[in-house]
C-alpha cells in the first residue's frame, strides 16, 4: 500500500513537473507575506541559528564517525545504528552553507533551480532519515534493556539490513521533491526564492507530500519512541533499588528520558507547523503561520548537532575514544598506557581495571 502511495506521489509529482515549463514561475504575493521575507527572522535570525549547528554539528558528528569506524573495535547494533545517525546528520549538515547564504542575501536564490532541488531533498531527507534512526535506536535499546537473555537479540546483519532498508525508503521517498521547481521569482521584490513560496498549481501536491511524509517521518518514529521508552522506563523502575550496582540503571533512565524529551522538542513543533502552514494554503487562508513554520523547522535542525553529545559522549568508552583521538594516541600506545597504568596499580597492591 505504501509503495502504491508513492507511485501515485510520484506520478503526479512527474505530471507538474511537465506543466510548469507553460506556467511563469513568478509570483506577487502579499504585504504580510513579502514582510517576512524582509524580515530580521529570515534574514538574520534563521542563517545565525544555521551557522551554530553547522560548526557544533559537523566536527562532532565527524568526530562520531570516526571513532565508530576505526576506534571502536568490537561493533555491535547500537554503534551501527548510531554511525548511521551520524552519517544522516552530516549529509543534513553540509548542505546548510546554501541555506546560510541564501538567507544572509535576503532570501534571494542565486545558485539556479537544480541546486535549490538538491538542498531542498538533502534538507527534508535527512531530516526524516534522522528520525526513522532514532525510532531503530529506542527499539534497540529498549530490546536490550527490557530483554537482554532473549535468543532474538539484535545481530550486527540485521541492523545493518534495518540501516540499508531505512536510507531505501527515505531517499525512494524524497524522490518526488526533485521532480518539480521550487524556486519562484517575487517580482515586488525582485528576490528568487528557494521552497519559500508554492505555487498556487503546486499546492495541492506538495500538501499530499508533506502530509504523507509528516505520517511516515513523524508520526510513526514518535510512537514508535514513545511507546519503546515507556516500556523502558516501566521495567527500569521495578528492578531500580539504592544499592550502587543499580546506579548504571539510574544513568540509563535519565538518558531515556534526555533523548525522549529532545526528540519530542525538537521535532514536534515544526511537524505541527507543517500541518497547519499546508492546510491554511490549501484553504487559500493568508500565510500566519509560516513565520513559526519556518522558525520552528531551523529549531528542529539543533538536533542534528545535540545527537553526537546525547547518544555519543555520555558514555565513557566514546569519551576516552574521542580524547586518544584529539592527542593523537594510536591504539597501540593506548593498550601500552593502559598495561603500564594496570602494572603500577598492582605494585600498589590495588586492581583496576580499564
Known amino acids: 500500500m505504501g509503495s502504491c502511495l508513492w507511485l501515485i506521489l510520484l506520478s503526479c509529482a512527474i505530471l507538474i513537473n511537465a506543466e510548469d515549463a507553460n506556467v511563469t514561475n513568478f509570483e506577487s504575493l502579499s504585504n504580510t507575506s513579502r514582510s517576512v521575507l524582509e524580515s530580521p527572522l529570515t534574514t538574520v535570525f534563521l542563517p545565525i541559528v544555521y551557522i551554530i549547528v553547522f560548526s557544533i554539528g559537523l566536527p562532532t558528528n565527524a568526530m562520531a564517525i570516526w571513532v565508530f569506524l576505526f576506534r571502536t573495535k568490537q561493533k555491535s547494533p547500537a554503534s551501527i545504528f548510531m554511525a548511521n545517525l551520524a552519517m544522516s546528520d552530516i549529509l543534513f549538515i553540509i548542505w546548510l552553507p546554501l541555506k546560510i547564504a541564501y538567507h544572509f542575501n535576503g532570501n534571494d536564490w542565486i545558485f539556479g533551480e537544480q541546486l535549490c532541488r538538491v538542498l531542498i531533498v538533502f534538507f527534508y531527507g535527512n531530516m526524516y532519515c534522522s528520525t526513522a534512526f532514532i525510532a531503530c535506536i529506542s527499539v534497540q535499546r529498549y530490546w536490550a534493556v527490557v530483554h537482554p537473555l532473549s535468543k532474538y537479540n539484535w545481530s550486527n546483519r540485521l541492523a545493518i539490513g534495518v540501516c540499508l532498508t531505512v536510507w531505501v525508503v527515505v531517499w525512494t521517498s524524497s524522490t518526488p521533491l526533485y521532480l518539480y521547481s521550487h524556486t519562484v521569482t517575487e517580482v515586488n521584490l525582485n528576490i528568487t526564492t528557494c521552497h519559500d513560496i508554492v505555487k498556487r498549481q503546486q499546492a495541492e501536491i506538495s500538501a499530499s507530500y508533506f502530509y504523507t511524509m509528516w505520517v511516515m517521518g513523524y508520526l510513526i518514529p514518535s510512537v514508535v519512541c514513545t511507546v519503546a521508552y515507556f516500556l523502558m522506563l516501566r521495567s527500569l523502575r521495578k528492578t531500580i533499588r539504592d544499592d550502587p550496582a543499580s546506579q548504571k540503571r539510574h544513568k540509563v533512565v535519565f538518558l531515556v528520558v534526555i533523548v525522549f524529551v529532545m526528540f519530542m522538542v525538537c521535532f514536534t513543533p515544526s511537524n505541527i507547523m507543517l500541518l497547519v502552514y499546508y492546510s491554511n494554503l490549501l484553504s487559500l487562508k493568508k500565510r500566519y503561520g509560516y513565520p513559526f513554520y519556518i522558525t520552528t523547522l531551523c529549531l528542529a535542525s539543533l538536533n542534528s548537532c545535540m545527537d553526537p553529545f546525547?547518544?555519543?559522549?555520555?558514555?565513557?568508552?566514546?569519551?576516552?575514544?574521542?580524547?586518544?583521538?584529539?592527542?593523537?594516541?594510536s591504539e597501540r600506545t593506548v593498550r601500552r598506557m593502559n598495561l603500564n597504568f594496570q602494572k603500577d596499580d598492582k605494585g600498589d597492591g590495588n586492581t583496576t581495571v580499564f
Not at 546525547?310 to 594516541?329: A, G, M, P, Q
Request: with cysteine.
Open 310 to 329: 546525547v547518544y555519543y559522549f555520555i558514555t565513557d568508552e566514546f569519551r576516552n575514544h574521542v580524547k586518544n583521538t584529539l592527542l593523537c594516541r
